[in-house]
């Protein structure tokens, strides 16, 4: 047997709890993962890192009867209904309300994340909040979706489904918030440090903050709309990421998406003119690593497909006649 070859660390290495991978028995925090990082340090900081792998997902939360809740609460299914993408005054107006109250529970939720906290809990601790704001989760059943935030941890882009896996030291999280309130949507994100975390992450995850504002800053009346991607996606690249395209920002209002679609990339037939009174959320997801995507059995989340970590930030806004006004400002 070639004992050298056998003590090798394996490409995924362990989470903390588990059975080191040199055969000792030990857990790998009191085994290998000291050295193990150690020499990651040595080859600048690019540590290899355990896969997320999904947990057990837990009955669905119930929401008090007295709360309005969308079309699609009770069957999955949303009305196919078209709504303009142009707001009038008074929609906007509530939207404004509903994206405080958004900004509010992203607050809330992101102020438990520590290491040992599941993402099950983190949904719980959100559930009530919007509850107690008066709002329905608009994730809970859309389309069958089973919880009321998405947790979208280290190499998840998005769409992560809350369960029982607890966040560990080093980890980064997205929490993607929406509300259903006053009839209608407002929906939020952030991605945020669990613990501390390597020097890769923490650029990413500035770097991912800074598209989401120079994103924004591109919103101007009269402008086409892929001057958006243009201007997110000339960033990351500059910074050696990369911007998801498999998914995009989305007309949202009474409707929680719309087919007004937001590409994070440049798209040259994205070129719909933005128009004052257009609402729509700005959500560039960046990676570390290449674009590409692939998706769990569930149907739900979607991770890179090389594994490098991903990150997003998101606000909603209206086009104004100047140029826009975020409405996920707590």
Not at 141 to 162: Q, R
Request: proline content about 7%.
């Amino acid at each position: 047997m070639n004992t050298q070859a056998a003590r090798q660390p394996p490409a995924v290495l362990p989470a903390p709890n588990e059975v080191c991978w040199c055969g000792s028995g030990s857990k790998y925090k009191k085994c290998h993962r000291g050295a193990d990082a150690a020499e990651a340090r040595k080859l600048g900081g690019n540590v290899q890192r355990r896969g997320i792998r999904p947990g057990i997902i837990s009955p669905r939360r119930t929401v008090p009867a007295h709360i309005p809740r969308p079309d699609y609460a009770e069957t999955g299914r949303p009305g196919r209904g078209e709504m303009s993408d142009v707001k009038t005054p008074e929609v906007i107006d509530r939207m404004r309300r509903a994206g405080k109250a958004a900004a509010q529970v992203l607050q809330i939720t992101a102020a438990a994340v520590r290491p040992g906290i599941t993402t099950d809990e983190l949904d719980a601790i959100a559930h009530e909040a919007y509850i107690q704001l008066g709002g329905y989760p608009s994730t809970l059943n859309y389309h069958g979706f089973p919880k009321s935030l998405c947790t979208s941890v280290n190499e998840v882009i998005c769409h992560g489904i809350p369960d029982s896996r607890a966040l560990e030291d080093g980890d980064i999280v997205n929490l993607d918030i929406t509300i259903f309130l006053e009839g209608v949507h407002g929906d939020c994100s952030a991605t945020y440090f669990v613990g501390k975390v390597d020097p890769d992450s923490e650029r990413l995850v500035r770097v991912a903050r800074e598209c989401l504002d120079l994103g924004i800053q591109a919103v101007k009346p009269g402008r086409p709309i892929n001057d958006i991607g243009r201007a997110i996606e000339d960033h990351a690249a500059k910074n050696g990421m990369s911007v998801v395209r498999a998914y995009c920002g989305h007309g949202i209002g009474e409707k929680f998406h719309s087919s007004l679609q937001i590409p994070h990339y440049y798209e040259e037939d994205a070129n719909t003119i933005m128009q004052p009174g257009m609402t729509f959320t700005v959500e560039p997801m960046i990676n570390l690593g290449h674009w590409q995507h692939r998706s769990w059995d569930d149907g739900w989340t979607a991770v890179t497909a090389d594994g490098s970590r991903s990150a997003q930030f998101e606000h909603m806004l209206v086009v104004t006649e100047q140029g826009y006004e975020l409405l996920t400002l707590p």
